[in-house]
């Protein structure tokens, strides 16, 4: 018996809130549909980028003072690092793999 009185107020309680929340709602006025943009304006299809050969790859790593030179790098504070050129620095000697310098 109370369990079907507890189920009657539950119901009760339930639809009063629903009409006070919608009685609170303000009438919105009508807008303009958004404009439509598809997902793939600016698409760009993947390129697989020319890879290099292991042993090259760490050669050139070790040429730049190997993973000590990049914990170096990553250790200095961002306003502290003094801004590198292209040839200066760890990574001075780093270019694209397969391709000529730019």
């Known amino acids: 018996m109370k369990r079907h009185l507890y189920i009657a107020l539950l119901a009760v309680l339930g639809a009063a809130v629903a ?49 000590r030179a990049y914990a170096r790098e990553a250790a200095q504070p961002a306003s502290a690092a003094a801004p590198m050129t292209s040839a200066s620095g760890p990574h001075g000697a780093h270019h694209k793999p397969g391709g000529a310098e730019r």
């Open 19 to 67: 009409a006070a929340a919608q009685a609170q709602a303000p009438a919105s006025p009508p807008t303009a549909p958004a404009a439509w943009r598809s997902a793939f304006d600016g698409y760009q299809p993947f390129s697989e980028e020319k890879t290099v050969p292991w042993r090259q790859a760490n050669d050139t790593v070790q040429g730049v003072g190997g993973w």
